[in-house]
């Protein structure tokens, strides 16, 4: 089984401070997703990596940055937390196989930003 | 612009009756369609997956179909549960790209 872990389950942080979202998958997966996840919004994409150092923008990247310096870790950086970024953060992984893409979630973190 | 659009917020349902979850998309390039289901305070689970070159894909109780021309697929749940009570996402994926487009999630409730 596909297993991907975050750091936090919960996060209490103010407004103003750096954050660090970690996510860790165990199956050697090339792709690693950050989505976060609001009533009535659905999953919104962050950013994504295809591979070590790599990073693509997703839908709303503002506010945010990324690293992976290894193939099974990828970061998730709020620079300077926000109330707005008061969220449900999901980090998922995928392993590209004959074009199709299924995707394996974390079990979230519940970020609020005081 | 939204992708992949999942017009019911949410649905009611009787235990043991059929649930049937509705999706239609706008990209005539998505090749690849999956349905996921989400607990309150856990991340999406994997559930059933289409490819485009398939009408149907049945999983026990859950059968996924696709309707190309329509631009739609449907999932359905025989005979619904109560644990079948959370939150459903479909999601599409062209080919060409690594990123999966989700739809907002339709809410499914089965009542005993």
């Known amino acids: 089984d596909v297993k991907v872990t975050q750091s936090s389950r919960y996060l209490v942080k103010r407004t103003g401070e750096k954050v660090f979202l970690e996510c860790v998958q165990d199956m050697d997966h090339e792709n690693m997703f950050w989505y976060r996840q609001d009533p009535g919004l659905g999953l919104r994409l962050i950013y994504f990596s295809y591979d070590v150092k790599m990073k693509e923008k997703g839908d709303i990247p503002e506010g945010y940055s990324v690293s992976r310096e290894k193939k099974e870790r990828f970061s998730l950086i709020l620079e300077s937390a926000s109330t707005n970024q008061t969220s449900m953060y999901l980090c998922a992984s995928s392993l590209r196989d004959a074009g199709q893409e299924t995707q394996y979630f974390g079990p979230g973190t519940r970020l609020l930003v005081l | 612009d939204q992708q992949v659009k999942q017009n019911s917020p949410s649905l009611s349902v009787q235990e043991g009756r059929i649930s049937i979850l509705n999706c239609d998309y706008t990209?005539?390039?998505?090749?690849?369609f999956l349905w996921y289901k989400k607990y309150p305070a856990e991340g999406p689970t994997f559930l059933i997956s289409?490819?485009?070159?398939?009408d149907k894909n049945e999983d026990g109780r859950f059968t996924v179909f696709l309707n190309k021309s329509a631009k739609h697929l449907s999932l359905h749940i025989v005979p619904s549960q109560p644990g079948d009570s959370a939150v459903y996402f479909c999601a599409a994926n062209e080919n060409s790209g690594y990123a999966l487009n989700f739809g907002k999630g339709t809410s499914l409730l089965v009542t005993p």
């Open positions: 990209n005539s390039m998505f090749d690849y």
């Open positions: 289409i490819s485009s070159i398939k």
